[in-house]
Each structure stands twice: as structure tokens, then as C-alpha cells.
């Protein structure tokens, strides 16, 4: 790994400018990790900020570049009341509602609204170049990798950087050609963006301590094939090869081209290329045989639709005898936040469902697993709570941090950074969230 490659993010997407010869752009992105570094330390960079369905906003965090902000957002769930609270703060930004949607992490926003977006971005983007004077540029069509981020670059006008958006599978493709018709548009990727930093740095910490537990219930055996159903980046697929040592058969499954690509780059990266097989298909209907695998897991995937079908493939596709393991997110389960916070504002920051990023109408992210294992006709369960505790050396603290200050008041969160100061000073400062796990055997 280069040097560069190895400075904070926000430093390593201005090497990227800076190697394209560009000195301000508009910038288009939904994870508060990939803009917040631009957004606080290089607003001059920053011709105009565009966040679609961010899950939680700081007003502080945004105040150097609120005049050249939109938000894009749902109108329903918890993310959108708290996006309502912080944007109070910020009375010059320009806050658009798409109608009747829920605007959460896997939602593909600019695949279900790309006109809608699109038109309404577009008139956004040019009078911030009317009051702002961005020099247009013209870039040679192309990919490239500076600083372990790649970038691909189409059309010619005025810079817009696009960043990651979530566990959206189309991401920005559907809005390319009407974008890329008034403006250079540069996409960058690779695994320091957006959720795939998020769910390798989960995947690598405290979390992987509650995939163990999950495994070793499920003990699997050498020559056994496992399937992980919604595998994003791969990382636990590149941590059950190298468990194994290459003994098993393993192969993800996933429903975004985007991810996929990602997890396929990670294992060639690592030298697995050969032990995973990573396929792209729908966790509602796996393009995976009848009674084909010995062991199908799925780890926080069964909010994100119907969880009973979801499940039923999972049952559908395993071998008799074999294990069928799943980890969901526990939304009805409170939370400990340990910071020495007044009992007043720590049972708030720390009530069920709080930190939540929204569950599908037919999704499971609660006790409800446990009777579902029982429906399906899976025996010999083993039904587990866990806590998985978060530091701040973690990316999810940050998130979590993030999502909890957003729908604080000024004084709830002047106590909260009283007390996350105290808490640093001790080295006692965590937050563990919950999860539902269960593991049964079908007859």
C-alpha cells in the first residue's frame, strides 16, 4: 500500500483532484465518512454538496457548505424525521421530498426516481454554477486509480464528483446520461467508499466476533459448501476462506452489480480469487439448486425484504442435515451507549430501534427470527441474542455518533460531547449494539 493511500480519505479524493487538474467541483455522495472531511476541511474545494437519503446530518458538520447543499430525501421512517430535525439548523439549504418512499440504505433511490432527481439536481447544480463561476473542464473519457481510489470519468462541463451511494445496486448509472450530458462527471470507488469501507471495517472488528460465535455453533466441516446469501464486500467470505484454508467450496451472493464488482477486486487482492465464488442474484429467489449447499448464511439481510421468502430460499437450498445460520439487527432491543450521560439522555440514545437505518415492510429485524426458524421447518435451534461493542477506532462509531447527535437539541448534544470526552479521557467510551442470531438444521 502506497503512503498516500494510507492518508484520511477526504486528503486522498483531493490527490484525485488534483491528479485530474481540477481545482473545485460539485460533489454528489449519500455517506457521511465519504463527504464529511470536504465538507469541514476542504469547503473551498466544494462548489456544491449534493447528499441523496443521507441516514443523519450534523448541522455543525455542514454549516461551511450549507448555502451549496440539497438533500434529497424520503418522507417516511425515523431516518426522514431525523433529517427534518437537523436540516431546522440549516435554513439556507435546499431540502427536496421524494413523496411515499423510504429512503433507506439499500434503497435505490436513483433507480426508482431518476427523473424526478435528476431534473431537480440538475437545476440545482447549474445556478450554484451561475452564483459560484465552476470552470468547466474537459477530461479524456476513462478510468484510473490514484491514492487506492479509482475513478471513471464521462463528459465534459463543470467537475461533479460522485461518491458512493450506500447499498443502492444501480447506484448513480441511471442518471449518467442526462448528468454526464452538462458535466464532467467523475464516479469514484474502490473499498475506502462508502459501505464498503463500512462493512469491511465492521467485518475485520467487534463484529466478526459475533459472526464467530455464529460459526461455531454451526461447526462447519472440511469439504462442506457454504453459501452466503447478500454477501456485500465479501469480507466474511475472504475470512471463512482463510478460516477453512482453502477446505471448503464458498460462494457469495448478491443483488448489487456494485458490491459484487467490489468483493471480486478484494479477493483477487488478497490472493482468494480462486477460493470464492461470487455470483449476482436476488435473496428471494437464489439462482442456487434445491438441496445443493451444506450450509447457508446471511448476516443482517433479512431486513432488507421479505424475510420469509428470504428464509425459505435459504431452507430451499440447503441439503438435509445441513445448517441454515442467520444474524439479523435487533431493533426492539436496547442499545448501551457508555458514556456518562444524565439517565434522562442516556435512556434516550440508548432506545430501541433508535440507531436504526429502517426495515422493509416485510423485513426481520427483531425476536420475530426465532419464531420464523420454528415456521420454517428447521429443527435442533439454537437461538442467541448478542452485543457487539463498538470503540471509536471503529468507522461504525463515528456512524452511530453521527445518527444519535442529529436528532439531539443543542444542549443534549453540548452533554453529549461533555461526557464523550470524559469517557475518551478514561478509555471507557463504546457503543454495543444488538443482534437476534439463530442456527437450525433441516430434516
Known sequence: MTKEAESPLDERIVLVLRHLGIARAHIGARMTPDWQGLAT?????????????????????LSPVSSRLVVFTGDQGLPAEQLRMSLAGLPDATFITLRDYLGVLWADVVADHTQGVGTAMLDFLQRADLRHGVKAVALPEGEGEVAGIA????????????????????????????????????ILSGAALGVVALLEDRGRTGYLRAV?????????????????????????????????????RIVGVDISRYLLREAVALARKEGLADAITFQEGNAEALPVPDNSVDVAMASTVLE???????????????????????????????????????????????????????????????????RRFHASGLRHLTLFPQLVAVTKTEQQFAT???????????????????????????????IAYPLHCAVGIKP
Not at 465534459?156 to 448509472?173: D, F, H, I, S
Not at 455518533?401 to 467510551?429: H, K, M, V, Y
Request: proline share 7%; with cysteine; charged share 20%.
Open 304 to 370: 432488507e425484504g421479505d424475510a420469509d421468502r428470504i428464509l425459505a430460499e435459504m431452507v430451499r437450498v440447503t441439503r438435509p442435515g445441513g445448517r441454515v445460520a442467520v444474524i439479523v439487527r435487533s431493533i426492539d432491543v436496547p442499545w448501551v451507549v457508555n458514556l456518562p450521560l444524565r439517565a434522562a439522555l442516556k435512556a434516550k440514545v440508548e432506545a430501541p430501534g433508535r440507531m436504526g437505518s429502517g426495515v422493509a415492510a416485510r423485513g426481520c429485524a427483531d425476536a420475530s427470527i426465532y
Open 400 to 430: 452511530f455518533q453521527q445518527q444519535n447527535l442529529s436528532s439531539l437539541s443543542p444542549e443534549e448534544i453540548d452533554e453529549w460531547w461533555t461526557a464523550a470526552a470524559r469517557a475518551d479521557a478514561e478509555g471507557t467510551a463504546f
Open 151 to 186: 475513478y471513471r470519468i464521462c463528459g465534459a462541463g463543470p467537475p461533479l464528483v460522485l461518491l458512493p451511494l450506500a447499498l443502492a445496486p444501480a447506484q448513480w448509472e441511471p442518471l449518467l446520461p442526462m448528468l454526464s450530458a452538462h458535466y464532467c462527471t467523475i
Open 41 to 61: 476541511r476542504h469547503s473551498d474545494l466544494v462548489a456544491s454538496l449534493t447528499l441523496v437519503c443521507p441516514t443523519a446530518i450534523d448541522p455543525n458538520v
Open 212 to 248: 464467530r460465535n455464529l460459526m461455531d455453533v454451526v461447526h462447519v466441516r472440511r469439504g462442506e459448501m457454504v453459501l452466503e446469501v447478500g454477501c456485500g464486500s465479501g469480507v466474511l467470505v475472504r475470512w471463512l476462506a482463510r478460516h477453512t484454508n482453502g477446505a471448503n
